[in-house]
Each structure stands twice: as structure tokens, then as C-alpha cells.
């Protein structure tokens, strides 16, 4: 795209859980930026250079790195059981943590219902990576979100050379102000794709513009607005300003509690994004608390008065506090009303705990009731033990009962042996290359073949 050249894009993903996307969007980007430089790892380095130095120069060269997350992401291991994100030389590692030291644009993409990175899970030079507002890139709807993406990429692309385009000008020549679009995603969140600027005056800018926010908000007549509002500026401030995004989140719950009529405000804000209308600023201001005060969030998360909210937030504290704090995680896991809630924490407990107590994760996977959150834990699990107890990781697969997970854990288990042990890893494939095909839908026999070709 002409006037898009002041950078390139940097596609960063694991092999083992967003191949074929990476290839995919690969040339998406190429056809709809063909003057931007578009990297990846596999044709784009020539032989004889050395890996590292050509990921930092091109990363560095980048106006934006594009970082797919799978299921995986986190957890895979090498040929030792250690986990890839904690050695040094993992090039996964090394190409997002270079983006985000050198200010690079990076954007977080969630890969067929990949949950988003805690802070936990993340060495320290990653943290960052958490906290960044992320996409999502699924089979079901994939033209849809490659849009997203692609236009948020232009954004990008096009902020950059506004950027350089101005400050090229002559000192006394003052840079026009070029309006930007804004395309927001599902759920209504809005990329930010603003120029550089200070920290400083970033604070401050966002200081100024929650303080109009908040006043506006507070004048809205409409109950319904004023609550929607009011929840959407506590949530921004729950990470700086706790204290202020729980005032704001009470008073959004008091005017939801006084209106006449709550139950049809509560069908209007539910038919909106999830945490978005009553009880959902506080469980917002929870979720983001707990890795730093899991007290606070826990008391916060408690005190919401409407189920679903409330199951949503702790269910986010269990999975944040998983590794640092399993007993407390499980118990408030098990706490929990909403069914769904329940096994989704209990599965996200379970998936963190696999490499370092494989017992206890198996057994609070055994423990969920929900049949799809149950094999999706079992899957995890079984992926995650296959570099170090193999035939563990192999029983725990064949015991799954969806087709779709124990293909999915089938494959994972080959690709892991396949250097070390290629003709076990090669009955594997086979195995769960006859069950993709007898699987009925469509849509997931196709996901489940892909899923055996990145193997």
C-alpha cells in the first residue's frame, strides 16, 4: 500500500500451535502491503547468518511485531521437559522481548480460542506482553478476524509514516492534524495506534482525558449509559489507580441497584461485550488485581451481587494464582456458582500445574464436569508431559473421549518425540490421523487434520 513503507511486520509464532496461520497471513500481509518487508522466520533468513542477529536487526527494523499465541504458547517444552519461554535462547522469547525493548508496536493475536497470558506465566522481560490489549484469529470466523487485524496493521503502518512524515517538516512549520480512523473489534475495544509521545505526557494526556471521561459520565441521564460508562473508566483505571476504579465501579453499581426496572437494563448491558454492565466494573478491577493483590480481588470479586460477574472474576483470580498459590486457586475455583466458570477455572488450574505437580493436575482435570473443558485440561496436560513421562502424556491422551482434543494431544506428543523417538512419533500421527477422519463435523475434522500437519 503506497505511503506505507516506513517499516516492516514482523510475524512471530511457534511452530508447534500457529503454523499454518503464520503462513497464511504471511501472504495476506504481503498482497495488502506490498511495499512493507513482511518476516518470518522460515524464508526469510538466508543460510550461513546467524539466526539471533538477523531476528534483532529485522525486529528492530520493524514498525510492528505480531506475535501468534496458541494454546501452547507458553507451555511447550524441549526434548529435557524444560519449558521454551525460560531459556534465554528461545527464539520466540528473544523476537518478542526485543520488540518490546525497542518499542516496537507488538500485538498480542490469540489463535483458535488461545486464553490470554497471565503475568505468571511470563519471565519478567515478557510481563509486559500481558498486559497489551490482544486480538483474536479463529478458523470458524478467520476472514473476519484477519480484517481486524490487517486493518489495525494499517493503522499501524500508516501512524508511523504519518510520524516521520512530520517530523521531516521545517521547525517553524507546524504538522497538520490528520483525523484516524478507529474500527473497533468484537467486544467494542478500540486498538490504540497513536504516535509516539513521552511517558510523561502520555500520563498526563491520560489523566486529563479520564477526568473529561468521568465528568461526562457522571451527567449521562440514562441509567443504563451512565452505568456502561462509569464501568468502562473504572476498568481502564484498575491497574494505576485501584482505589478511584472501585469508587467508580460502586457508584456504577449503586445507580444499576436504584433503577426501576433493573432487570431489562441488566438483558441491555448483557446483550453487550461480557464485563461491560452491572457488577462487571468491579469483577474488571478484580481480575486485574489479583496477581498483585489477590486479597483485594478476592474481597472485590465477593461483594458482586450478580452471579456472573462474580463466577467471571474469580474465576480469573483461581487462574491467576495457579501457580503461585494452587491450594488458595483450587479453593476459590471450587467456590465458584456458574458451572461454566467452575471448569474453565478448575481446566485453567489444571494446564498450569501439569509440568510441576502432573498428579494434582490430572486429578482436578478428572474432577470437571463439563465434557469439553475436561478434555481441553487432559489435552494440555498430556501435551505438556511428553518430553519428560511420555507414556503418561500417551495414556492420558488415548483417555480422552473427544475425538477433536485427543487429536490434538496425539499430535502434540508425536511432534515432541518425533526427534528422538521418530518411529513411535510416526504411529502416533497415524493414530490420530484415523481418528481426525472419522470425526463427523466438518469444520472440526479440518482443524483437527491441520493440527496433525503442524506436527
Not at 528473544?94 to 511470563?122: N, S, Y
Not at 458482586?304 to 476459590?332: F, H, Q, V
Request: with cysteine.
Amino acid at each position: 500500500m503506497p505511503g506505507l513503507s516506513s517499516g516492516g511486520i514482523f510475524l512471530s509464532y511457534r511452530r508447534q500451535d500457529a503454523a499454518p496461520y503464520a503462513r497464511l497471513l504471511k501472504s495476506q500481509l504481503s498482497d495488502r502491503f506490498p511495499d512493507a518487508d513482511v518476516f518470518m522466520d522460515l524464508d526469510s533468513i538466508e543460510a550461513g547468518l546467524d539466526f539471533a542477529e538477523v531476528i534483532r536487526d529485522a525486529v528492530g527494523s520493524c514498525t510492528v511485531l505480531v506475535a501468534l499465541i496458541g494454546h501452547r504458547w507458553a507451555t511447550v517444552t524441549d526434548e529435557e521437559g524444560h519449558r521454551r519461554l525460560d531459556n534465554l535462547d528461545d527464539y520466540v522469547r528473544f523476537e518478542v522481548q526485543t520488540a518490546l525493548e525497542r518499542g516496537v508496536r507488538v500485538i498480542p493475536v490469540l489463535v483458535d480460542g488461545a486464553k490470554p497470558l497471565r503475568q505468571q506465566q511470563l519471565p519478567s522481560e515478557l510481563q509486559k506482553l500481558a498486559r497489551l490489549n490482544a486480538l483474536e484469529l479463529t478458523y470458524g470466523r478467520y476472514d473476519y478476524d484477519a480484517d481486524q487485524l490487517l486493518d489495525t496493521i494499517q493503522r499501524v503502518l500508516a501512524a508511523a509514516a504519518d510520524s516521520i512524515d512530520q517530523s521531516s517538516l521545517p521547525g517553524d512549520v507546524e504538522a497538520p492534524v490528520v483525523p484516524r480512523p478507529e474500527v473497533a473489534r468484537p467486544g467494542g475495544n478500540v486498538p490504540d495506534v497513536a504516535g509516539p509521545e513521552s511517558a510523561r505526557d502520555g500520563d498526563a494526556r491520560a489523566a486529563r482525558l479520564l477526568a473529561d471521561a468521568e465528568r461526562i459520565a457522571q451527567s449521562i441521564t440514562s441509567d443504563s449509559d451512565k452505568v456502561r460508562a462509569l464501568a468502562d473508566i473504572a476498568g481502564t483505571l484498575a491497574a494505576t489507580d485501584p482505589d478511584r476504579a472501585e469508587r467508580i465501579a460502586a457508584e456504577a453499581e449503586r445507580v444499576t441497584q436504584s433503577v426501576t426496572g433493573k432487570s431489562r437494563i441488566v438483558r441491555v448491558l448483557r446483550s453487550k461485550k461480557p464485563f461491560s454492565g452491572e457488577g462487571v466494573a468491579l469483577a474488571d478491577i478484580a481480575s486485574k488485581l489479583a496477581a498483585t493483590d489477590p486479597d483485594r480481588a478476592e474481597r472485590i470479586a465477593r461483594s458482586i451481587i450478580t452471579d456472573w460477574p462474580r463466577s467471571k472474576a474469580l474465576a480469573d483470580i483461581a487462574g491467576t494464582l495457579a501457580a503461585t498459590d494452587p491450594d488458595r486457586a483450587e479453593r476459590i475455583a471450587l467456590s465458584i456458582t456458574s458451572y461454566s466458570d467452575k471448569a474453565s477455572a478448575l481446566a485453567d488450574i489444571a494446564g498450569t500445574l501439569a509440568a510441576t505437580d502432573p498428579d494434582r493436575a490430572e486429578r482436578i482435570a478428572l474432577s470437571i464436569t463439563s465434557y469439553s473443558d475436561k478434555a481441553s485440561a487432559l489435552a494440555d496436560i498430556a501435551g505438556t508431559l511428553a518430553a519428560t513421562y511420555s507414556d503418561r502424556a500417551e495414556r492420558i491422551a488415548r483417555s480422552i473421549t473427544s475425538d477433536s482434543d485427543k487429536v490434538r494431544a496425539l499430535a502434540d506428543i508425536a511432534g515432541t518425540l518425533a526427534a528422538t523417538h521418530p518411529d513411535h512419533a510416526a504411529r502416533l500421527l497415524a493414530d490420530a490421523e484415523r481418528i481426525a477422519l472419522s470425526i463427523t463435523s466438518d469444520s472440526d475434522k479440518v482443524r483437527a487434520l491441520v493440527k496433525i500437519a503442524e506436527a
